[in-house]
């Protein structure tokens, strides 16, 4: 029950004004800052609401992949240049934001992560590895302004954040691989 709390508290702490438009006013901010926190107040506000609706998970997301796919499609919705513009511009995609992130992101991540095997959980992080390696490359490498709100100086250090995350990411993989599991599966 505290869980939901926090995450409702953090959700409405991200759409009041003065701090929603602060986090959107630095590029990097908006899309490394705000969108993920938007997500963890999803996946915390699930854990109360998955044991309410459990029999209706189980027959819409038995094994994880419905709501996984749904994770995944958003997300790479909210990684298109265009849609972070008009996430800013236009009202009714600002407010998609608001409900897709925490609510078609981090209740099903948090409903799907735990159901699916370690192979599937590994591709799904080497795609993701590969997204941001491209939107790296995007935002650092264009010879023009990516997104008409933000400076080019902005999105470079944007293209400098998801570098570092696919960096990390990969850094966790080999962790991973060289990491004992066999106290786990006992």
Not at 49 to 54: A, L, P, V
Not at 119 to 128: A, R, S
């Amino acid at each position: 029950m505290q869980l939901i709390l926090y995450g409702t508290m953090l959700f409405v702490l991200l759409i009041i004004p003065p701090v929603r438009n602060a986090m959107e006013s630095v590029m990097v901010v908006h899309m490394l800052v705000q969108m993920p926190l938007l997500i963890l107040s999803g996946w915390l506000m699930a854990g109360e609401c998955q044991s309410r609706f459990e029999r209706f998970l189980a027959s819409w997301n038995a094994n994880g992949t419905a709501g996984i796919l749904l994770v995944i499609l958003i997300t790479i919705y909210w990684m298109i240049p265009r849609t972070l513009d008009e996430a800013l511009v236009t009202w009714y995609i600002e407010l998609f934001k608001f409900v897709s992130l925490p609510f078609l992101v981090g209740f099903p991540l948090r409903n799907s992560w735990k159901k699916l095997a370690s192979l599937t959980k590994g591709f799904i992080v080497f795609n993701y590895i590969s997204m941001f390696g491209l939107l790296a490359w995007i935002y650092i490498d264009a010879p023009v302004r990516v997104c008409n709100s933000y400076l080019e100086a902005d999105q470079k250090i944007l293209g400098w954040g998801f570098l570092m995350i696919m960096v990390s990411l990969i850094l966790y993989m080999l962790q991973y691989v060289f990491m004992d599991h066999s106290e786990a599966s006992s």
